[in-house]
């Protein structure tokens, strides 16, 4: 049986951290701001996160967070959605309390002023298999009630491709899926496959503007693989749940220097002092190359992983 182990260390760049591992996989948490999972690898090998170790403003600061700037940072975070300003722009660059749990860490962030919401990311790692628990959770800490889903998204290093399982529920003369478009996405866009069973996403230094699809994730699972290595990212979706953004459980934005594989948990309402949870189970394994798209190789690249 392996050992989980978890420590504070102090990183160049990101400032104080916990650093957790199995033997299998690494994991580095920022503590000083986020909380925000900025590294997460197996052991040995390259970061599979995209990060910006510069930590550049994404957008001019709002007025109502006092001059305070949202910085992407990189790595996996917690969101609100709808995407709507500048409520999912809190910045959250404040200090995190970080509280043991068994083979992991609860990472908590200050309650946003603004919104009213608290968030937190509990992280387990399992000791024998190359794997980690991921329990998000957002607190309504304010006066109101408060209508959202939760949103966690991981943004991928740039230069791999991302699968994503195609609904395919055998619903007759019904539709069987949702796709959901944004307003600066191309159907024909050359970094997109649209396959019988899967959709690809080639992430591309080279492109001149973003693309974003979402979907009904029935499935359960999106993946993207890049660096000799597959990320995985597992989520329960409901079946009759009501999704954001036209019934997405699942989507994935890319740019110029990354892709994003997120999960969304149902809309609903948060009374004064609820909570709500949003869970997702990470696999990484070693992969000698990135599929192409080729259906029958995709399916081989993907069956050995996915239960």
């Not at 709507?84 to 043991?100: A, F, W």
């Not at 603004?114 to 991921?134: C, E, F, H, Y």
């Not at 889903?149 to 195609?166: E, N």
Request: glycine residues 8%; charged residues 20%.
């Amino acid at each position: 049986m392996a050992e989980v182990k978890i420590q504070n260390v102090k990183d160049s760049v990101w400032g104080n951290c916990v650093h957790m591992t199995n033997g299998m996989v690494e994991l580095l948490v920022t503590v000083d701001f986020g909380p925000r999972v900025i590294s997460c690898s197996r052991v040995g090998m390259e970061n599979m996160f995209h990060t910006d170790p510069e930590k550049k403003p994404l957008w001019e600061p709002f007025e109502e967070f006092n001059g305070d700037e949202f910085k992407l940072y990189g790595g996996h975070r917690l969101w609100v959605s709808p995407e709507v300003l500048p409520r999912c722009y809190h910045p959250d660059n404040k200090p995190v309390e970080c509280t043991p749990i068994d083979d992991g860490m609860t990472f908590t962030a200050p309650i946003e002023a603004w919104s009213g919401v608290q968030k937190s990311i509990s992280i387990r790692l399992d000791a024998n298999n190359p794997s980690a628990s991921i329990m998000h959770t957002i607190t309504n800490k304010g006066a109101w009630d408060v209508e959202l889903a939760l949103w966690s998204i991981t943004m991928m290093a740039a230069g791999g491709k991302t699968v994503i399982p195609m609904p395919n529920a055998q619903t007759g003369v019904l539709h069987n899926r949702t796709l959901s478009l944004w307003d600066y996405s191309d159907m024909n866009d050359s970094r997109v496959y649209w396959g019988k069973d899967y959709i690809t996403i080639k992430q591309d230094a080279a492109a001149e503007k973003p693309f974003k699809v979402g979907l009904n994730g029935d499935h359960g699972w999106g993946a993207y693989f890049n660096k000799g290595q597959v990320f995985l990212k597992y989520f329960e979706p409901v079946s009759d749940g009501v999704y954001p953004d036209g019934g997405c459980s699942y989507e994935s934005y890319t740019n110029d220097v990354m892709l994003e594989a997120e999960t969304l948990s149902e809309i609903m309402v948060l009374e004064p002092g609820a909570s709500a949870t949003h869970l997702e189970e990470w696999e990484l394994h070693e992969a000698a190359a990135i599929p192409s798209n080729d259906e029958a190789e995709i399916k081989a690249a993907v069956e050995k992983y996915i239960v």
